[in-house]
């Protein structure tokens, strides 16, 4: 795993051979060219107003076009890689909460993992609570969640909502990249040391278990090349899986060599 290439310093995430105690078997790699992606109708989740997303991502392309991460589709709201390289989170529309909500920096690193930690909790009354966003484990303090509205819904977990990651539908501005456990808990704020930890000065993966998932939470760890949608919270929340053969499966992870 490389350096963060962003504007503010935020510690790199690498380590040795035998450096890692929780091992990431392996990640899906996402390609534009082939609108590579997965989707899923979210049911009725257990807090409408509180979750948590944890991944990593490798990025393959940078300083091209626009990169949507996951969408709602019909409510265009986007968690996405700009032109520029810098980060943007969404919560809600502009109307009901934060349209977009950017990185302090930029992102121009394709050889080296980053983790990321979207958390949001529209209930909280002090308003920079109601969306965290960490990278590495340090929280990305230039993300303001002061705009967020109050008790304004998490949109990626409305019930009967399409949820997809890896593409939009609308232009062709989907992801190139790599993406390695994805986890979404439902009803929790949780923060980063939920999903990893810091060892020997360097930001690793720990073991998940014991997180509260919800009604609509999921762990995708793409360990079956012909299946890579399955879910293995055990929600049974799997992924459609489109234009990704087995070839999508790949053993680059944040651990791999280790």
């Known amino acids: ?7 503010n310093a935020i510690p790199s995430a690498s380590g040795g051979g035998g450096f890692y105690g929780y091992q990431i078997e392996q990640s899906a790699r996402f390609d534009r060219a082939s609108s590579s992606h997965l989707n899923i109708t979210q049911g009725t989740p257990t807090n409408v ?16 076009t626009t990169q949507v991460l ?29 349209e977009s909500q950017p990185s302090s920096g930029v992102f121009r690193d394709t050889g080296g993992w ?21 990278f590495n484990g340090t929280q990305d303090t230039g993300i303001s969640g002061s705009g967020v509205n109050a008790d304004s819904n998490f949109s990626y977990n409305k019930s009967g909502q399409a949820f997809y990651f890896g593409r939009n539908t609308g232009a062709s501005i989907d992801y190139d990249g790599y993406l390695a456990e994805f986890i979404f808990a439902d009803g929790q704020q949780y923060e980063p040391t939920q999903f990893g930890e810091t060892k020997n000065g360097v930001w690793i993966p720990k073991d998940p278990s014991g997180t509260t998932f919800g009604n609509n939470g999921f762990h995708l760890k793409f360990e079956n090349a012909s299946d890579l949608g399955n879910d293995s919270s055990g929600n049974n929340n799997d992924f459609t899986v489109n234009n990704m053969g087995t070839d999508h499966q790949v053993l680059d992870s944040p651990t791999f060599g280790s």
């Not at 107003?49 to 300083?63: D, E, Y």
């Not at 019909?74 to 909460?97: M, P, Q, Y």
């Open 49 to 64: 107003k509180k979750g948590t997303f944890s991944f990593w991502l490798k990025r393959s392309a940078i300083s091209q």
């Open 1 to 7: 795993m490389g350096i963060l290439q962003n504007e």
């Open 70 to 98: 996951f969408t709602n589709d019909g409510g265009g709201i986007n968690t996405l890689f700009e032109s520029t390289d810098i980060f943007d989170f969404s919560v809600n529309n502009a109307s009901s909460g934060a």
């Open 114 to 134: 980053v983790h990321v930690v979207f958390a949001v909790d529209t209930s909280q009354g002090t308003a920079s609570n109601r969306m965290k966003v960490y």
